[in-house]
């Protein structure tokens, strides 16, 4: 799912990738946002928010908002970083991101309840997720060759519209193509959109222990490839040695 890259990446790859991590980033954006009252999974309203502050010179905010943007950059520069360093040892570069992003949602799971609904308070755990949201689209845009993105439904929406529109010209041999595009930019909506969902439902059952949901789906993403690679050697060892009986 993650280990490969380029070339090497089927439809299906993505289809996956963008199934559990568009799952992932709709159960953090809904549990995020009830819990500290800030969207984490993009920084596009923020932009709307810096403009208040600066229009009504409330320069708190202001830097607040500004900070929590860098976290979303820095997150993004993270992932960029690592796949870059450990491009020759696949399974490093993606397990870096991916660990530290359990860890922080592993945070909020554990200490949420501590949220008081400071402005201290919200810079600790909203940013935090910022820059975990951050980490997860440049890893997923890096691994899929840009093609996959699940932390924000914009692009995926106005990618969507442009793709529907070429259907209405374009050859039999294009159609297909196109078809599997729109079926990926599906996957993406209908899993941010259930992830919200239920991210949402159990929030208001489970508080902040509905945190723990992404973060085992984060944990499934990244040791799917690993036990894919195990079961692969046995049933080739077993084969082996039935072939040499």
Known sequence: ML??????????????????????????????????????????????????????????NVQVIVFWMLLFLTGAFTSGVCLSFFGTHQRYSYAIPIVIEITILGFSALYGHKYDGTIASQIIFAGSLLFAMGLQNALVSLVSGSVVRTTHLTGIFTDLGIELAQLIKTSSQDRAVIHTKIKLKLFIISSFISGAIVGAYLFQHIGFRSFYIPVVILIFVLLYDIFRISVKRYYRTTALRKDGK
Do not use: C, D, M, Y
């Open 3 to 60: 280990r490969h890259s380029g070339t090497h990446r089927t439809p299906n790859h993505n289809l996956k990738l963008a199934t559990l991590l568009g799952l992932t980033a709709g159960l953090v954006n809904a549990e995020g946002f009830l819990g500290f009252s800030v969207l984490t999974t993009n920084i596009t309203g923020h932009a709307a928010l810096l403009a208040e502050g600066i229009a009504q010179q409330n320069w708190q």
